[in-house]
């Protein structure tokens, strides 16, 4: 049973738009969320997180926003630039178990100069 | 080194055979996790340690699969009778402490390849 899920594999986005890649989980018990980068060859880069007490949580051009009635939270990226292309993760941890990351699929993101 | 170091970046091997993955996490990081990617999937725990005790290894698919960690630092994930689904790239990361884990240092990972 997947928990935490990426439903699309991939987007591309013209370079100084917005990129808005979206997570789902089923899980209520979940208490924090993340999202990691990932270029080809390296480890997984962590980018941003909220805690569930929160809905908005913003960094430079990255903005994460959770909606816990939906379990849904999505990543904004604005502008997107053309570095920013990599497979980007959504993960969650909590529900009684700090150790232990709930990672979705991943969507590969494209930004075209 | 300032990262998580992983070793061997690569490895290849014939199915049956035992394969050993290295891990050195970050100076001064209590807790130790690894993970299991494979093509097209997001990383998939596997188990973690706080310190030299496997805290969790619920993620262990079977018991092929072992981690060790005797002095608390580097681990080592170890892999017995290796088949050719066991092909993925396995990542380790580090944290301070376990209550940290969402502040984890991913390594690169070590590519494994069971033909």
């Known amino acids: 049973d997947q928990q935490v899920k990426q439903n699309s594999p991939s987007l591309s986005v013209q370079e100084g738009r917005i990129s808005i890649l979206n997570c789902d989980y089923t899980?209520?018990?979940?208490?924090?969320f993340l999202w990691y980068k990932k270029y080809p060859a390296e480890g997984p880069t962590f980018l941003i997180s909220i805690s569930s007490i929160k809905d908005k949580n913003e960094d430079g051009r990255f903005t994460v926003f959770l909606n816990k009635s939906a379990k849904h939270l999505s990543l904004h990226i604005v502008p997107s630039q053309p570095g920013d292309s990599a497979v980007y993760f959504c993960?969650?941890?909590?529900?009684?178990?700090?150790?232990?990351?709930?990672f979705g699929q991943g969507t590969t993101l494209q930004v075209k100069p | 080194g300032a990262g998580v170091s992983q070793t061997p970046s690569n490895k290849v091997t014939e199915k049956g055979k035992y394969v050993e993955l290295r891990c050195d996490p970050i100076s001064g990081h209590t807790a130790l996790y690894w993970y299991r990617q494979s093509l097209g999937q997001g990383p998939e725990f596997l188990i973690y340690?706080?310190?030299?005790?496997?805290?969790?290894d619920s993620g262990l698919p079977n018991d092929r699969f072992f981690a060790v960690r005797p002095e608390g630092s580097v681990s080592t994930l170890k892999i017995q009778r290796t088949e050719r689904g066991d092909s993925a790239v396995y990542l380790c990361?580090?944290?301070?402490?376990?209550?940290?884990?969402?502040?984890?240092?991913f390594g690169q990972g070590t590519r494994l390849t069971v033909v």
């Open positions: 899980n209520s018990m979940f208490d924090y």
């Open positions: 340690f706080q310190g030299t005790g496997a805290a969790d």
């Open positions: 990361a580090s944290s301070l402490t376990v209550d940290s884990v969402t502040e984890a240092f």
């Open positions: 993960a969650a941890s909590g529900s009684g178990n700090t150790g232990k990351l709930i």
